[in-house]
């Protein structure tokens, strides 16, 4: 059953590369819009690299694409899509607003609990309510959760980067970081602070590859799609996902 799925969906997938690919002039140039948010993205320092960036690059190779990274905080990357810069986000997770600007083509990408990081025991987090009357420090542009997204009883303060947010935790300018499970405890591990993680969290949704509605890499999506169910197949996804879990809990 395995060998006939595989089959399947290379008859899917193939056409495209073989358009795309060595029989024709030239491959398809996919330009994808990414922040620098170690271990997803790693886009300083050399070749683009990250657990989102990984997987994206074996669906690339399948379907004979060559791939272009513009590295910009997360809220200039939307601004990029909606502009036309850019063709694919990776790892956004689905609003009622994103979906104005992109298709949410693929959840390539596993769910990751929200946490929220603490230095002073006075801003341990133990319920939703503890939140109220703490700054809270979250990165420009990010989704979270809806009640915590559309809450504005909370005070938010914005950075760029979470390494920034924990270096704002440090000075005091911030009580609380909340952040995806793995980019927090990479980003406190990156700067040798020793943070505390609170006991309340609230559990991860599946984050996505999008494609920009305004992009002609849209009417690839089917071929994406299966070009993630191969490689899901073949065990390479879930071999990613387990290099970079092991990783951050070394």
Same mark, same amino acid.
């Given at each position: #059953?395995?060998?006939? =799925?595989?089959?399947?969906? #290379?008859?899917?997938?193939?056409?495209?590369?073989?358009?795309?690919?060595?029989?024709?002039?030239?491959?398809?140039?996919?330009?994808?819009?990414?922040?620098?948010?170690?271990?997803?993205?790693?886009?300083?320092?050399?070749?683009?690299?990250?657990?989102?960036?990984?997987?994206?690059?074996?669906?690339? $190779?399948?379907?004979?694409?060559?791939?272009?990274?513009?590295?910009?905080?997360?809220? !200039?990357?939307?601004? #990029?899509?909606?502009?036309?810069?850019? $063709?694919? %986000?990776?790892?956004?997770?689905?609003?009622?607003?994103?979906? *104005?600007? %992109?298709?949410?083509?693929?959840?390539? @990408?596993?769910?990751?609990? !929200?946490? @929220?990081?603490?230095? +002073?025991?006075? +801003?341990?987090?133990?319920?939703?309510? $503890?939140?109220?009357? !703490?700054?809270?420090?979250?990165?420009?542009? *990010?989704?979270? @959760?809806?009640?915590?997204?559309?809450? $504005?009883?909370?005070?938010? *303060?914005?950075?760029?980067?979470?390494? +920034?947010? #924990?270096?704002? %935790?440090?000075?005091?300018?911030?009580?609380?970081?909340?952040?995806?499970?793995?980019?927090?405890?990479?980003?406190?591990?990156?700067?040798?602070?020793?943070?505390?993680?609170?006991?309340?969290?609230?559990?991860?949704?599946?984050?996505?590859?999008?494609?920009?509605?305004?992009?002609?890499?849209?009417?690839?999506?089917?071929?994406?799609?299966?070009?993630?169910?191969?490689?899901?197949?073949?065990?390479?996804?879930?071999?990613?996902?387990?290099?970079? %879990?092991? !990783?951050? =809990? *070394?």
């Amino acid at each position: #059953m395995r060998v006939f =799925a595989t089959a399947v969906l #290379m008859a899917l997938v193939v056409p495209v590369s073989a358009q795309q690919g060595t029989e024709t002039v030239e491959a398809l140039t996919v330009t994808v819009g990414a922040n620098h948010a170690p271990p997803y993205r790693i886009i300083e320092g050399g070749e683009p690299t990250g657990l989102y960036v990984d997987i994206f690059q074996e669906i690339a $190779d399948r379907l004979g694409w060559k791939v272009h990274y513009r590295e910009a905080p997360f809220r !200039r990357v939307l601004r #990029m899509v909606q502009q036309g810069e850019v $063709d694919v %986000m990776l790892g956004p997770l689905e609003t009622a607003e994103r979906t *104005e600007l %992109m298709e949410f083509v693929a959840p390539a @990408f596993p769910p990751e609990r !929200r946490l @929220f990081f603490y230095l +002073n025991a006075e +801003n341990r987090i133990e319920r939703y309510a $503890d939140l109220y009357g !703490r700054a809270i420090g979250i990165l420009e542009g *990010e989704s979270y @959760f809806s009640r915590f997204d559309t809450d $504005d009883k909370l005070l938010k *303060e914005p950075a760029p980067r979470y390494e +920034n947010l #924990m270096l704002m %935790m440090q000075k005091g300018r911030v009580d609380v970081v909340i952040a995806p499970e793995l980019v927090g405890l990479y980003a406190v591990e990156k700067l040798g602070l020793d943070v505390k993680v609170s006991p309340f969290f609230v559990p991860g949704e599946r984050s996505y590859i999008a494609v920009a509605k305004n992009s002609p890499v849209l009417k690839y999506a089917d071929d994406i799609r299966a070009a993630l169910k191969l490689i899901e197949l073949e065990g390479i996804h879930e071999d990613l996902v387990l290099k970079y %879990m092991d !990783r951050v =809990a *070394e």
